[in-house]
C-alpha cells in the first residue's frame, strides 16, 4: 500500500508533458501555417511511429502500455522532431521510432535514459538526408520562445542551462554567432531537451556549468566553420555532454553532503 | 488551484484551515471502548478490573514513556497488540478499556505546590500525568537531569500545517488558561527569555492571548513564516536560540502541563481537528483512545469519501484501518477525497527535475536520499542529512513522479532510531538505569531541600537571640550544627561571590565554574559526597570567618534561607560563622563523624545547587 499525502502541490508527470506539449502549439501552428499539409504529414507520421515503439518496447518490458502512452514523452518527442525537421517524413518517422527502442525503451523507459532520444533520433536522420543549410526562419522562433518562457514561469522547465547556453551565445557575437538566434532549432534543443532531467545535472550548478559548457562547444564551433545545421550540431553536443552528467552531479552535489 | 502554483519561491500553500474554525471546540461522546498504547510503560492493571476515570493504568519505565490514566470509568478488556495509529499501522500492546457510561472519577491528588520544585521533579511530575511533547514527556528527562541553562523558552503556536487548527482553537477558547500554565512554566524553569510564537494567521487566537497575557513578563510574537514554521530546529533558529540552550513546547503540551500543576488533573484528552472531505469541518476535544471512525463520524464525512488520513495535509498519513484510536499525538483527522483517476497511477521512476530538492526547506537532496533509504544504506542517509529532514513533506507532494518520499525518509529514520536502540540495548539496563537515576536523584533533591529549609528556619530562630553566644550556637546536638555549618558556609560563599561580582566581571566566570563542579560533584557517590562535605565545611568555616569580618551590609544578597531584615542578616550571618568556625575546628581531626555520610551529601548538594543557582543568576544579570 502506498501512502499517498492529502495535498499536492505541483503537477504529476501526466500534466507537466501536457504543458509542456501545450507551449510548444504556437510553433506548431507556424509550421503548419508556412509549410502546410507536408508538415502535418510529417506530425502525423512521426507521432504514429513515437507511439507504436513505445507500445513495443513496454510490451517487450512487460509493462503496462495504455498509461505510458497517455503519459505522453514519446508523443511529445515526435511533435519536437517534427519541429526540427518538418520535411523528413518517412526518414523522421523511422529515426524517432529507433530512438525511442533504443534510447528510452532499451534503458528502461522513464526517467532511465542518459541520451535524450529527440537529440538521437536528430543524429540519426541526418545520416540520411543530404545536408542542407537550415534557413532562419524567425517566426518559428518567436513562437517556440514565448512557449518555453510560458513554462519557465510556471516552474515546468529549470531556466538555468538553457539561459546560461543563451547568455555564451549573446556574449560571443563579435566573433559570429549571431546566426544561431534565427535558428528555430536552437530553442527548441534548449528550451525542450536542455531541461530534460534525466540527461541533464539534477543541480542548478550543475545545469549551469552543463549550459555553459554546451554553450562554448557550439559557439566555438559554428564561429570556425558555419556548419550546414545548428540543430545536428546542438544535438551531437548534448550527446557528448549527457555522458559527462554523472560526473557534474557527483562534483556538485558532494558539496550538499553532509559528512 | 494547487496546479498553478509556482512551484519554486513565489508558491502559496493553501491552508484549508477556515472550514474547521468556524464552530467552537465540541466535545465528543464518551465512546463505547478505548484503545491505550503502552508504548514505553508498564501496565499496573489487569484484564477484568474495574478502573475510575484518572486512575493511573500504566507507569512510565523509561525516559522516553508516559503514564497511561484511564480518560473514562469502565472495565479493563483486554492487554493485547493492536493496530497503533502510526504510518503503516504497527501492530503494538494496547489496553483495551470498556467504559461504563458512568464517567465515575476518582479523586484527584493535588499536586505538588512548592514553587522551589526543581526542574526535574517538574518533568517527572509531568511525565507522570501523561504530559507528552514533541518526543516522550514534556520536558525531556534528560535534559532536565543536565545544567543546561535555559536562555530561550518557545512556547510553539505556529502550527503551519494545512487543515490543522486544534492549536489555533485551543488559543482562542482556553488563552487564560494557557497563560496561566506559561506563568507556571515560568516560574519553575526560570528561563532569561519566554516567548510565546504565534503565526500570523490566528488572528482571533493573538487578540485572546494579548488579552489573556496583558501585564505578563514574557513576550508573545506574531511571526510570518511559511510552512513548516511549526518544526522546532527551525524555530529555534528563527527565534535566535542555539539547541543546546534552548527548549521548545507544543502548546497543546503547555495547556496539559498546567491542568496537571493547578489542579493535578492526568492528560486524558487532547484537541482534534475534523477536517478534509466532511460535511462540518470542526474541533473536538476527545479521549485519548478513542476511535478514529468514531471521531470523524461527528463531522460526517461525505459519502464518496475513501479513507481517513491521521495527521494534516502534508505529513499525514493513510490509515489502513480506520479502528485504530486517537493519542496524544493525533492533531487531526481528515476524510480523504478520492483522487481523479489520472493520478493514480503507481509511482513513477524519478525524473530528476529537481523540484524536491528546490523546495525542501532543510536544504536536502531528496532525490538522492530517497535512493539511499530505498537501498536501506542508512549510513549513506545520514550522510545525505536524513536526520536533517524534517519529515515536512513538501517533497512528496511536489515529485511529479508521485514517490513516497515521505514516507521513505520516515521509515528510514524510525529503523536508524531502532537500531540505535539496539545497539544501546547491547548493555540492554541502560535505559532503565537513567530512568531510575533521574528518579533517584530527584528524591535526593527533594530531601535535600526539605533538610535545607528545615535547618535555615532553625538557624535563623537560633541567630535571633540576641544574646546568642558563639559556645550556645553550638551546644545543639551535632547534627544540627553541622547543617548550620554548612548553611552559613553557602550563605558566606555567596556573598563573598556577590561582592567579588561586584568588583569585577571576570569572577563570575570562575564562580560559575566553582558552581558546576560543585554541582557534577554533588552528583557522585555518596562516600565521595561525605567527604567533600566535611573539606568544604571546614573550608566554608574559613571563608565565613573571613566574611563575617570583613562583610559589608550592601553585600546582602539573595541567599536559599528566608530573608530577615538586612540588619538581622549581618547578625546572623556572623554569629553563624563563629558558630560553624567552632564547630569545624572541633570536627578538624579525622575523627569519627556524629552525622551520617549521607545527610553531609545531601546538604553538599544543597550547597551546590544554591551555589549554582546564584551563580546563574548572576550569569543572568551580567547578560542583561
Ligand atoms: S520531508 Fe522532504 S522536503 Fe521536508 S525536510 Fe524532509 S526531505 Fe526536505
Ligand atoms: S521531485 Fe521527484 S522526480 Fe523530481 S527529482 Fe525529486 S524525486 Fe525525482
Same mark, same amino acid.
Given at each position: ?78 511533435v519536437l522532431l517534427t519541429l526540427l525537421l518538418p520535411q523528413a517524413g518517412l526518414v ?26 529527440? %537529440? ?77 532531467g534525466c540527461s541533464t545535472p539534477v543541480t542548478p550548478q550543475g545545469r549551469m556549468i ?32 549527457? %555522458? ?16 | ?51 475510575? $476515570? ?31 495509529? /502510526? ?231 493513510? /490509515? ?7 493519542? *496524544? ?34 536544504? /536536502? ?53 531502532? &537500531? ?6 547491547? &548493555? ?33 530562630? /537560633? ?32 556573598? *563573598? ?70 540588619? $538581622? ?56
Amino acid at each position: 500500500m502506498t501512502l499517498t499525502p492529502l495535498m499536492r502541490l505541483g503537477p504529476d508527470l501526466t500534466s507537466r508533458n501536457r504543458q509542456q506539449l501545450l507551449a510548444l502549439l504556437p510553433a506548431l501552428l507556424v509550421l503548419l501555417w508556412q509549410q502546410g499539409i507536408a508538415a502535418l504529414l510529417t506530425l502525423l507520421l512521426s507521432s504514429l511511429c513515437a507511439l507504436l515503439a513505445d507500445a513495443l518496447g513496454q510490451g517487450l518490458r512487460a509493462q503496462p502500455i495504455l498509461p505510458c502512452l497517455r503519459q505522453g514523452e514519446a508523443l511529445l518527442s515526435a511533435v519536437l522532431l517534427t519541429l526540427l525537421l518538418p520535411q523528413a517524413g518517412l526518414v523522421l518517422g523511422g529515426s524517432v521510432a529507433v530512438a525511442i527502442l533504443l534510447l528510452r525503451q532499451l534503458f528502461g523507459g522513464n526517467g532511465q535514459s542518459l541520451f535524450h532520444p529527440v %537529440a538521437g533520433a536528430l543524429l540519426l536522420a541526418a545520416l540520411y538526408l543530404s545536408p542542407s543549410p537550415a534557413p532562419a526562419n524567425p517566426g518559428l522562433c518567436l513562437a517556440t520562445v514565448a512557449g518555453a518562457l510560458w513554462l519557465s514561469w510556471r516552474g515546468i522547465i529549470r531556466w538555468q542551462a538553457p539561459l546560461s547556453l543563451l547568455l555564451v551565445v549573446l556574449i560571443s557575437l563579435p566573433i559570429g554567432s549571431g546566426w544561431l538566434l534565427g535558428q528555430p532549432a536552437l530553442w527548441l534543443l534548449a528550451g525542450w531537451v536542455m531541461t530534460d532531467g534525466c540527461s541533464t545535472p539534477v543541480t542548478p550548478q550543475g545545469r549551469m556549468i552543463y549550459g555553459q559548457t554546451t554553450g562554448m562547444i557550439l559557439v566555438s564551433v559554428a564561429a570556425l566553420g558555419q556548419p550546414s545545421s545548428a540543430g545536428l550540431l546542438l544535438a551531437s553536443i548534448l550527446l557528448l555532454l549527457s %555522458a559527462a552528467v554523472p560526473l557534474l552531479d557527483a562534483l556538485t552535489l558532494q558539496a550538499k553532503r553532509r559528512m | 488551484m494547487s496546479d498553478f502554483t509556482l512551484l519554486p519561491n513565489g508558491m502559496k500553500l493553501p491552508s484549508h484551515k477556515q472550514a474547521s474554525t468556524t464552530r467552537p471546540i465540541a466535545t465528543a461522546a464518551l465512546p463505547a471502548q478505548l484503545q491505550l498504547a503502552l508504548a514505553g510503560s508498564q501496565c499496573c492493571v489487569e484484564p477484568g478490573q474495574r478502573v475510575l $476515570k484518572y486512575q493511573l493504568l500504566a507507569r512510565p519505565d523509561n525516559a522516553l514513556g508516559l503514564a497511561v490514566h484511564a480518560p473514562t470509568s469502565g472495565h479493563i478488556h483486554a492487554i493485547a497488540p493492536y493496530p497503533q495509529a /502510526l504510518p503503516g499501522t504497527p501492530l503494538q500492546t494496547a489496553l483495551l478499556l470498556h467504559s461504563d457510561g458512568q464517567d465515575e472519577a476518582q479523586p484527584l491528588a493535588p499536586p505538588p505546590d512548592r514553587a522551589g520544585q526543581s526542574r526535574l521533579e517538574l518533568a517527572i511530575f509531568l511525565q507522570d500525568m501523561g504530559v507528552t511533547g514533541q518526543h516522550g514527556p514534556l520536558l525531556p528527562l534528560s535534559w532536565a537531569a543536565s545544567d543546561a541553562p535555559l536562555e530561550l523558552l518557545i512556547i510553539n503556536g505556529m502550527e503551519s500545517e494545512p487543515y490543522i487548527s486544534a492549536d489555533d482553537m485551543l488559543m482562542r477558547e482556553q488563552a487564560s488558561e494557557l497563560v496561566a500554565a506559561i506563568q507556571l512554566l515560568q516560574q519553575r524553569l526560570r528561563p532569561t527569555r519566554l516567548v510565546l510564537v504565534i503565526r500570523h494567521d490566528k488572528p482571533a487566537a493573538i487578540s485572546a492571548l494579548r488579552t489573556a497575557a496583558a501585564g505578563q513578563t514574557w513576550q508573545i510574537e506574531v511571526r510570518e513564516a511559511p510552512y513548516p514554521a511549526d518544526d522546532a530546529p527551525l524555530l529555534t533558529r528563527l527565534l535566535g536560540g542555539t539547541a543546546e540552550t534552548t527548549l521548545c513546547l507544543p502548546v497543546a503540551g503547555v495547556h496539559a502541563a498546567g491542568q496537571a500543576m493547578q489542579h493535578g488533573l492526568p492528560c486524558i484528552s487532547r484537541i482534534v481537528t475534523l477536517s478534509g472531505a466532511v460535511e462540518h469541518a470542526q474541533n473536538i476535544r476527545a479521549l485519548l483512545g478513542s476511535p478514529a471512525r468514531e471521531l470523524l463520524a461527528l463531522a460526517t464525512p461525505h459519502p464518496y469519501s475513501a479513507g481517513i488520513i491521521h495527521g494534516g495535509g502534508l505529513r499525514g498519513f493513510t /490509515l489502513a484501518d480506520d479502528s485504530v484510536a486517537i493519542h *496524544q499525538h493525533s492533531n487531526g483527522l481528515l476524510a480523504a477525497a478520492p483522487r481523479p483517476s489520472s493520478s493514480v497511477a503507481a509511482a513513477q521512476p524519478c525524473v530528476r527535475c529537481g523540484d524536491c530538492a528546490t523546495i525542501c526547506p532543510s536544504q /536536502l537532496q531528496p532525490q538522492e536520499l530517497y535512493w539511499h533509504c530505498q537501498t536501506q544504506d542508512l549510513m549513506q542517509a545520514q550522510d545525505w542529512g536524513l536526520t536533517d529532514c524534517s519529515q515536512c513533506g513538501l517533497c512528496s507532494a511536489v515529485c511529479p513522479s508521485q514517490l513516497p518520499l515521505l514516507d521513505s525518509f520516515r521509515n528510514s529514520s524510525l529503523q536508524l532510531q531502532a &537500531d540505535q536502540q539496539q545497539q544501546q540495548a547491547a &548493555d540492554s539496563a541502560r535505559q532503565r538505569h537513567h530512568f531510575r537515576q533521574f528518579r533517584q536523584e530527584r528524591d535526593k533533591q527533594e530531601k535535600a531541600q526539605r533538610l535545607a529549609e528545615r535547618a535555615a528556619q532553625q538557624a535563623a530562630k /537560633l541567630a535571633q537571640t540576641p544574646s546568642a553566644h558563639p559556645a550556645s550556637a553550638a551546644k545543639p546536638e551535632p547534627s544540627a550544627a553541622d547543617k548550620q555549618a554548612a548553611i552559613a558556609a553557602a550563605m558566606a560563599r555567596a556573598s *563573598q561571590r556577590q561582592q567579588h561580582h561586584q568588583g569585577q566581571t571576570a569572577t563570575a566566570a570562575t564562580a560559575e565554574q566553582d558552581a558546576r563542579a560543585a554541582a557534577i560533584a554533588a552528583n557522585r557517590q555518596a562516600a565521595i559526597d561525605a567527604a567533600m562535605a566535611r573539606a568544604a565545611a571546614r573550608k566554608a568555616a574559613q571563608d565565613a570567618a573571613k566574611a563575617g569580618a570583613d562583610s559589608s551590609p550592601s553585600a546582602a544578597g539573595p541567599t536559599p534561607a528566608p530573608e530577615p531584615a538586612p540588619d $538581622k542578616q549581618e547578625l546572623i550571618r556572623t554569629s553563624m560563622a563563629r558558630a560553624a568556625a567552632q564547630k569545624a575546628a572541633q570536627a578538624a581531626p579525622p575523627a569519627p563523624t556524629t552525622m551520617d555520610d549521607d545527610k553531609k551529601a545531601l546538604i553538599a548538594a544543597a550547597m551546590a545547587r544554591a551555589a549554582a543557582r546564584k551563580a546563574e543568576r548572576d550569569d543572568g544579570e551580567q547578560e542583561t
